[in-house]
């Protein structure tokens, strides 16, 4: 196995255990918020955590590939599959962080317009929106793979014994690939992100302005804002930006597949934003390390004293957050109006 293969498997490996056990944790968490009473915000981030379930689940497959010299031993109908889970997970992720941001934004700016106006509906409706244009955007996988004939690609993988999937293209392939991707560059992730740094540069400053607001909860609005935006940066931008230089290169640059590898990070640092956004995450990740501190707590002392730490999120028997650094994931408009 080359160097190169050898890091990209381990980054698929890192994101799939630093990310599928802290996603499912959200997901449980989430699907019950949702089938009570949801919030618009549990609506948009149980979204965002499916999106990155998917895509978690599909990259044992990735891995697979990258074992195999990135040759694709699996039967050619993954082949598709996956990249179009693959991609479309990188869209979604970013019109969600996007609509996460408008609803934490028009929550502090206008507090009793919103809250007199929000619905649960709206976060369905958009919902459905941010999937179908991702999914319709991503399409572009089996237009390339399946319709459009690739006779280069035909030659070298038969010659070579082996299948590749969705690595090199053909003139014809990438006549209609490249101006794709620099619209998706556009829509699904350059838009996104002006409107995400504009609300969270938006939202920081009018919490800081006010003096009322306690500082812990100033933190967590930064904190959130941070996350967010370091999440667009890291794992979003090199990506997007390797569509425009292969536009204007027309070809796929080589350094594209690095950039990809950021992407994958996506799904292990979404959990973070999910800390920051919804009072019943805090609840149960302090309960999963509060649970694991007990159980190490013969064997490894400090542990527990580790975990109560990190865990200073207290819970009565009516599920009540009661801690110091309640969540700005229910910034409820009335918090606003009456000092916060």
Partial sequence: MSLYNAMVLAVYIFAFLAGLPANLLAFYTFQAKVRQKATPIEILLFNLTVSDVILLLFLPFKMVEAASDMTWPLPMFLCPLTNFCYYSSIYISTLFLMAISVERYLGVAYPIRYKLNRRPMYAVFASILFWFLACSHCSIVYIVELAVPDHHNETISNSANASKCYESFS??????????????????????????????????????????????????????????????????????????????????????????????????????????????????????FSGLGRKFHAVMPWCYQFCGFCCEIEIDHSGVDKSSISNLGELPSERIVRGW
Avoid at 171 to 179: F, H, R
Avoid at 257 to 267: E, K, W
């Fill in 171 to 288: 003139p014809n392939q990438l006549d209609i690939l490249l101006p794709v991707r620099l619209e998706l560059c556009i829509t699904l992730f350059f838009l996104p992100f002006l409107i995400t740094l504009f609300c969270y540069v938006n939202l920081v400053r009018i919490l800081t302005s006010l003096p009322n607001i306690h500082a812990r909860r100033k933190q967590r609005a930064v904190g959130l804002a941070v996350a967010t935006l370091l999440n667009f940066a890291v794992c979003f931008a090199p990506y997007n930006i390797s569509h425009i230089v292969g536009f204007i290169q027309n070809e796929s640059p080589s350094w594209r597949v690095y950039a990809l590898l950021l992407s994958t990070l996506n799904a292990s640092m979404d959990p973070a934003i999910f800390y920051f956004s919804s009072t019943a995450i805090q609840q149960t990740f302090a309960k999963c």
